[in-house]
Nanobody, 129 residues
Framework: QVQLAESGGGLVQPGGSLRLSCAFS????????????MGWFRQAPGKEREFVAV????????DYADFVKGRFTISRDNAKNTVYLQMNSLKPEDTAVYYC??????????????????WGKGTLVTVSS
């Protein structure tokens, strides 16, 4: 019912930057991008998936994992049905598959830190020299 397509991953050197994009689409009548909070999660090799950032429906409410605060910025363009993750000062430990996620449940933003209803297939980010 909701399709999420990430793009923008790749190989970058430590200290470099990347911007991930996630295109949203839905076939559910009466539902639009603005009904969904959007988030980014990541999963490194051999590790569990972890929360990275989340943004509320209007874009006014945002939360980040402590390990990305000051380095990553989540944003959304409701006219383009797209959510972004600007990643700066990348470190080797940021290497992971990054997943876009969306959720329309009327719950506090903090609830989404533990997971969201809809997921993309992921895009690989590799930080290495």
């Amino acid at each position: 019912q909701v399709q999420l397509a990430e793009s923008g991953g790749g190989l970058v050197q430590p200290g470099g930057s990347l911007r991930l994009s996630c295109a949203f689409s839905t076939r559910t009548l009466g539902r639009t991008f603005t009904h969904y909070a959007m988030g980014w999660f990541r999963q490194a090799p051999g590790k569990e998936r972890e929360f990275v950032a989340v943004i509320g429906r209007s874009g006014n409410n945002i939360d980040y994992a402590d390990f990305v605060k000051g380095r990553f910025t989540i944003s959304r363009d409701n006219a383009k049905n797209t959510v972004y993750l600007q990643m700066n000062s990348l470190k080797p430990e940021d290497t992971a598959v990054y997943y876009c996620a969306g959720d329309s449940r009327p719950v506090p933003l903090s609830t989404y830190l533990y997971g969201m209803d809809y997921w993309g297939k992921g895009t690989l980010v590799t930080v290495s020299s």
